[in-house]
């Protein structure tokens, strides 16, 4: 494994992950269930979504390098233009993204087992086909450490949901979304000049 590539898969994907639905999601189900609950659920939902993202980026990354290369730097614009395009309401939507996934969540608590069904089906329904998913697949797909990506990329989805789970009201209330969407659009562009540059060398 390398360390590199795990951390750089970590950063990027976390700065793109903290404003995502996902962390308000798992923050709204923590008002429902344990949060140890919570985030084994999600967890296990980021689990399986991570995997199929990393097996899909290790069948791209056969393709010739610069196809490759091409494609990451634009998928990483393609990021970086849904988070500025995401910002301006992100934060007016707040409340109602809030809504939406407790009427997910159900009205009745659970307990054990079902809770963790429960947050895992709502989480693997939200985070199907996100940014998160195809840039994890544009960094397997660019470094060919489907490995390493997969233990970065894992473990950033891992810490954004615990941090929602322990303190995401808390951070919600210090930080508008805003401003995180713009530090993962900045992290994006970033990635996509690194991509091209390497493309370039």
């Known amino acids: 494994m390398d360390l590199v590539v795990a951390a750089l898969a970590f950063a990027a994907i976390f700065v793109v992950e903290l404003p995502d639905k996902t962390f308000i999601a798992t923050l709204v189900l923590s008002t429902k ?21 990393v097996a899909l980026g290790k069948a791209a990354a056969f393709l010739p390098d610069e196809v490759v290369h091409v494609a990451a730097a634009l ?8 988070l500025l395009r995401e910002a301006r309401s992100a ?3 707040e409340a109602e993204t809030e809504e ?7 009205s009745v608590p659970r307990q054990g ?10 989480l693997f329904a ?8 195809l840039l994890t697949l ?17 473990g950033a989805l891992l810490a954004v949901s615990g941090l929602a789970v322990l303190v995401g009201r808390v951070l919600l209330n210090h930080v508008r979304l805003s401003v995180l969407h713009y530090l993962g659009a900045s992290v994006c562009v970033l990635m996509a000049g690194l991509t ?4 370039l060398r």
């Open 100 to 106: 939406e996934f407790a009427a997910r969540a159900g």
């Open 113 to 122: 087992f079902r809770a963790v069904v429960t947050c895992f089906l709502v």
């Open 196 to 199: 091209l540059w390497e493309l």
């Open 138 to 154: 544009s960094l397997v797909a660019k470094y060919d450490d489907p490995v390493s990506v997969f233990v970065g990329a894992w």
């Open 33 to 53: 269930f344990r949060g140890i609950l919570v985030w084994v659920g999600v967890g296990a939902a980021f689990f399986v979504q991570t995997l199929i993202a």
């Open 126 to 133: 939200a985070e199907w086909g996100d940014l998160s998913q």
């Open 75 to 82: 998928m990483f614009l393609v990021g970086a233009v849904l």
């Open 91 to 93: 934060d007016a939507e």
